[in-house]
């Protein structure tokens, strides 16, 4: 009969148990796995020369942050227009959402299942040869190479998260509380405005975060609508990194990480667990 590890490294009434050995090495794997790259890009950000076989980079400075950061260069440029590309599509996103989260959740609509997976669509196709056919439908129109063009390509893809997060949002709102506002004479229009809509609002600036955060990254709507026109971080990333110019690229990086991480704190502090548990009923 074998007996537990512990029991056989039982000494002197002191128990030996082996089972930290495993949880240390999953724990520093995971570490490795989520902290290592991001410590890789932070020191590219600082490094003057770095190359093989040295394991750090041999000269420390931010000569390239004054690079990016220069009046010639495109790093403000890119980061201002990022920063308009995608507040609008969050206001456009939510134009839309609202009223139809609101009626999906609300009306007994025919198909309503088929309406929601309808908003999937655009994630259910390789994004390439979709972006292809819609930069010459825009170029034949001349919304190619402008803003009000790149905003509508992030808004096809934002809606899938404004409209379903929004539908889970006013889900998870007792009806009751409208029938109350109704019966004391308020109209539908002001109880939806008094009531419905300020409870919802985690919800709905959670679905606003998600759009803000994937109309910051999206990078192949912009490139095929946008560029070289409209200039945006992700295409001055990519552009960087497809020249070797790592340090470049790493700072352009970390100028999307960092509102990444930030809003990705808010959504945790706002969208709670009744609201997750309604997306998709």
């Known amino acids: ?22 949880r240390a090495l999953i724990l520093g794997l995971l570490a490795f796995v989520i902290f290592g790259p991001l410590t890789n890009l932070l020191l590219w950000t600082v490094a003057e020369r770095w190359y093989f076989p040295h394991a750090l980079p041999i000269d420390y400075g931010f000569s390239y942050w004054a690079r990016v950061f220069a009046p010639r260069g495109n790093a403000m440029e890119s980061l201002g227009n990022s920063l308009l590309v995608a507040s609008l599509t969050v206001l456009v996103s939510l ?24 908003f999937l669509i655009p994630q259910a196709f390789p ?3 979709v972006y292809v056919n819609v930069a010459r439908l825009f170029y034949q129109i001349g919304l190619n190479g402008t803003v009000p063009g790149v905003v509508l390509v992030h808004v096809t893809h934002g809606l899938v998260y404004a409209v379903w ?15 109350a506002a109704r019966s004391i ?5 002001r109880a939806f405005r008094d009531v419905t809509l300020p409870l919802a609002a985690p919800g709905l600036l959670a679905s606003a ?27 001055l990333l990519y552009s960087a990194g497809a020249g070797g110019n790592y340090q470049i690229a790493s700072i352009s990086a ?10 990705m704190l808010v959504v945790e502090r706002f969208l709670k667990s009744d609201v997750l548990s309604k997306v998709g009923q």
């Open 185 to 189: 004479g308020a109209g539908a229009l």
């Open 254 to 263: 970390l100028l999307l990480l960092v509102p990444s991480i930030g809003f």
């Open 95 to 118: 134009t839309l959402a609202i009223p139809a989260g609101y009626a999906l959740a609300r009306l007994q609509l025919p198909c309503r299942a088929v309406i929601l997976i309808a």
């Open 165 to 179: 997060i929004a539908t889970a949002a006013f889900a998870a709102i007792d009806r009751e509380l409208e029938q």
């Open 1 to 22: 009969m074998t007996r537990p590890a512990s029991s056989v490294f039982r000494r002197s009434g002191l128990t030996l148990d082996l089972w930290w050995i495993p």
């Open 209 to 235: 975060i998600f759009v803000f955060l994937e109309s910051l990254d999206e990078f192949t709507g912009s490139y095929f609508v946008g560029a070289p026109d409209v200039n945006m971080l992700p295409l």
């Open 127 to 129: 994004n390439l040869p």
